[in-house]
């Protein structure tokens, strides 16, 4: 597998997170964001349970540029 990085939270105050990324092979987003909250988790079980292997992360708006970014990138990749 390898990851494309797109972008990072400008406002990370460490720089650690959240990030995007594009699995180069399945054109897949990759999201590191912040652990959902038990309340934001409740609210999602409400149209449906959400798998062990699934998580419910919190990414903060101000990265909707970089996620339409890597949206452009998995879209351009896959036409090639």
């Known amino acids: ?14 720089g ?16 590191q964001g912040w652990k959902a ?4 988790e409740a609210e999602c079980r409400q149209t449906g349970r959400i798998p062990d292997h699934e998580a419910v992360v ?8 970089a996620i339409r970014e890597a949206l452009d990138v998995a879209e351009r990749d896959d036409e090639d």
Do not use: C, H, Y
């Not at 959240?18 to 999201?31: C, S, Y």
């Not at 919190?58 to 540029?65: D, G, T």
């Open 1 to 14: 597998m390898s990851l494309q990085f797109i972008g990072k939270d400008p406002n990370s105050p460490d």
């Open 58 to 65: 919190r990414v903060p708006a101000r990265l909707a540029q």
């Open 16 to 31: 650690d997170s959240p990030t995007i990324w594009v699995d180069e092979e399945t054109k897949d987003l990759v999201i």
């Open 37 to 40: 909250d038990e309340e934001t």
